[in-house]
């Protein structure tokens, strides 16, 4: 018997045409525009407007490019893109594709109507750059999402919501043009009581709290977002009224509910977050590479010593692995099965912590320069932590596979 694998089985692990030029596209972007500026921005921690402009120019920063990279058939499309990017600088990067979380947010719970009114204004245009913004944590509700605190009330005789609280660690906060809230409708029934709303450009009462300076992603935005009696449309609510009240009547019976949008909104962006600690992860084992061949201690190649070929060895089967776990994510979601074994948690967490290891290994090949500020390693480094932290820490995700595996209500 002849054991083989049939040419129209279809299973590939090669990327498409469309995918292989988009791919080669944003690389020269990242490599030409986005490395030489890194250290500038990570230093002035300011939004990089002049790089969001260039990207606006040749269409990379555009509701076009995130939709047709979204809907892209094999689901590689954003995870490939996003891997380029961040192998750029992960603080740019994330200027640059902060925005999609606010509309997967909308496109992934909303109404067409609601789709087609509010996403063009979270990209703007060439023109006219705009942003969108994403609001779910708060200064006491982080991994808890049922502690949220941010109430909206409905006002049934002027057909609109009432939005009251404050907004944490929100990229783009207060400098967006679109905010996306989650709020709590019904504080009785915890997360299973929140609903997401839409806070359309100049509307009165939201505003910026405090910008906080960061460890890493410097030139990625984070601020607070203070919402004072903020009053939205009732077309705002995403997903509309209607939906949610049918949502809370089956919570109130007792009955399943289907999952927080919140939580829907983090689970269908896993794996593009998995691919930006791959692009970090990558860019660091590349550097440390090249490093290796051309570091001469005790007459030879640091890269030819065992001690260095060893570590490399580790660094390049872990990217490879976080890559492959985030593109079997991807793919999952693209062709909507479901992540029964939390496969996009695994994803999340085996490419944070990959990128925490890999940089600080790469730190140590440069040794002395690794640690100044002359090499981007040590910018790297201070990067990749945020991928253990934000959109759901490495314990949460552990936590999510845990259950997964057990089938027990692991807490």
């Given at each position: 018997m002849?054991?083989?694998?049939q ?14 030029e ?9 490599r030409d ?20 402009e ?11 490019f995130?939709a ?7 689901g ?9 990017l ?6 740019i ?8 979380l ?7 719970n909303?109404t ?19 942003l969108?913004?994403?609001?779910a ?21 002027s ?13 783009n906060g ?5 905010h ?15 609903a ?6 100049g ?9 906080f300076?960061k ?8 601020a ?6 903020v009053?939205v ?13 049918e ?11 289907g999952q927080?949008a ?29 490093y ?15 001690a260095?070929?060893f ?36 994803a999340k ?11 600080e ?6 040794g ?6 002359d090499?981007p390693?040590?910018r790297w ?9 934000f959109?759901?820490?490495?314990e949460?995700?552990?936590l999510?596979i ?8 692991v807490?």
């Amino acid at each position: 018997m002849s054991v083989g694998v049939q040419a129209d089985c279809g299973f590939s692990f090669e990327m498409n045409p469309a995918v292989t030029e988009m791919r080669d596209w944003v690389h020269g972007f990242a490599r030409d525009v986005i490395r030489p500026a890194a250290a500038e921005w990570d230093e002035r921690e300011e939004t990089p407007w002049p790089i969001l402009e260039q990207a606006a120019k040749i269409g990379l920063y555009s509701l076009d490019f995130f939709a047709q990279q979204w809907l892209e058939p094999s689901g590689l499309g954003i995870p490939v893109a996003w891997e380029e990017l961040f192998w750029g600088d992960a603080g740019i990067a994330l200027s640059l594709t902060g925005t999609g979380l606010a509309a997967v947010a909308v496109s992934g719970n909303g109404t067409h109507e609601q789709m087609a009114e509010f996403l063009p204004p979270m990209f703007g245009d060439a023109d006219d750059i705009k942003l969108g913004a994403f609001c779910a944590s708060e200064p006491n509700a982080g991994s808890d999402v049922a502690a949220i605190r941010t109430r909206a009330v409905y006002r049934e005789s002027s057909d609109e919501w009432v939005l009251n609280g404050v907004k944490s660690w929100v990229t783009n906060g207060g400098i967006a043009n679109v905010h996306v809230i989650v709020a709590s409708v019904d504080p009785a029934l915890g997360s299973r009581g929140q609903a997401t709303f839409i806070v359309p450009p100049g509307t009165p009462g939201l505003s910026q709290g405090q910008k906080f300076r960061k460890h890493g992603i410097r030139a990625s935005h984070t601020a607070e977002v203070v919402l004072d009696d903020v009053r939205v449309p009732g077309r705002c609510l995403v997903g509309g009224k209607e939906r949610l009240d049918e949502r809370l009547a089956r919570t109130r019976e007792g009955g399943k509910a289907g999952q927080q949008a919140a939580m829907k909104t983090f689970e269908a962006t896993r794996p593009a977050v998995a691919a930006m600690a791959v692009g970090v992860a990558r860019a660091a084992l590349e550097y440390a590479r090249d490093y290796s061949l051309e570091r001469v201690q005790f007459g030879q190649p640091i890269g030819q010593t065992q001690a260095i070929a060893f570590m490399l060895a580790d660094m390049s089967a872990a990217v490879d692995a976080a890559r492959l776990l985030t593109w079997r994510a991807a793919w999952m979601a693209r062709q909507r099965k479901p992540f029964i074994h939390a496969e996009g948690s695994m994803a999340k967490l085996v490419a944070g912590e990959t990128a925490v290891r890999v940089t600080e290994q790469a730190i140590q090949i440069l040794g002395g320069n690794g640690y100044t500020r002359d090499y981007p390693v040590e910018r790297w480094h201070r990067d990749a932590k945020i991928f253990t932290i934000f959109e759901g820490t490495s314990e949460i995700q552990r936590l999510i596979i845990g259950r997964a595996a057990t089938g027990l209500d692991v807490r």
